[in-house]
């Protein structure tokens, strides 16, 4: 299934038919408390994490932001992540997002994901994360191609 949805779209291109679940959890940096902006689309994914802080700064003239991500699942996730840049009106800098970020979340455990935006003209941000069902390294799809050409 696909949709779209305001600050947030899901894309994703994989091997062996490991299609991951295209809903997940996303945050908007806006004015007030990030919790107010915290939007759930897979509800099994949203009780496994949990966006515990968002941090921003200026950094030469760009917005850099932390995002603290904390797992409340026993068992590794394999999930991605992306972030999307917009201007002071609220429009996508249109280019400049992110590629999808590839992110194994251990059990219990915390990370911070790292954005910074691609030009001073952005003072806002979405981010977005989604489960992706098995990862899938370099080397795998290298080795499908190089089958499929013998």
């Known amino acids: 299934m696909k949709y779209i949805v305001p600050m947030c779209?899901?894309?994703?291109?994989?091997?062996?038919a490991t299609q991951p679940d295209t809903s997940g959890i996303?945050?908007?940096?806006?004015?007030?408390?990030?919790?107010?902006?915290l939007r759930v689309d897979n509800p099994d994914l949203g009780e496994k994490l949990a966006i515990t802080d968002v941090k921003t700064r200026q950094t030469n003239q760009l917005t850099d932001v932390v995002v603290t991500l904390s797992s409340q699942y026993k068992k590794?996730?394999?999930?991605?992540?992306?972030?999307?840049?917009?201007?002071k009106d609220g429009f996508l800098i249109k280019g400049n997002h992110s590629p999808w970020q590839p992110l194994t979340l251990f059990g219990f455990a915390k990370t911070q994901l790292p954005g910074l935006a691609p030009s001073s003209d952005a003072v806002t941000?979405?981010?977005?994360?989604?489960?992706?069902?098995?990862?899938v390294?370099?080397?795998?799809?290298?080795?499908?191609?190089?089958?499929?050409?013998?």
């Open 9 to 16: 779209a899901v894309l994703l291109l994989s091997a062996c």
């Open 26 to 37: 996303a945050v908007e940096q806006n004015k007030g408390n990030f919790n107010d902006q």
């Open 76 to 87: 590794s996730q394999y999930l991605q992540y992306q972030f999307k840049w917009f201007d």
């Open 125 to 135: 941000f979405s981010l977005a994360i989604r489960k992706v069902s098995t990862p």
């Open 137 to 150: 390294s370099y080397t795998h799809l290298r080795a499908h191609e190089t089958r499929h050409d013998l």
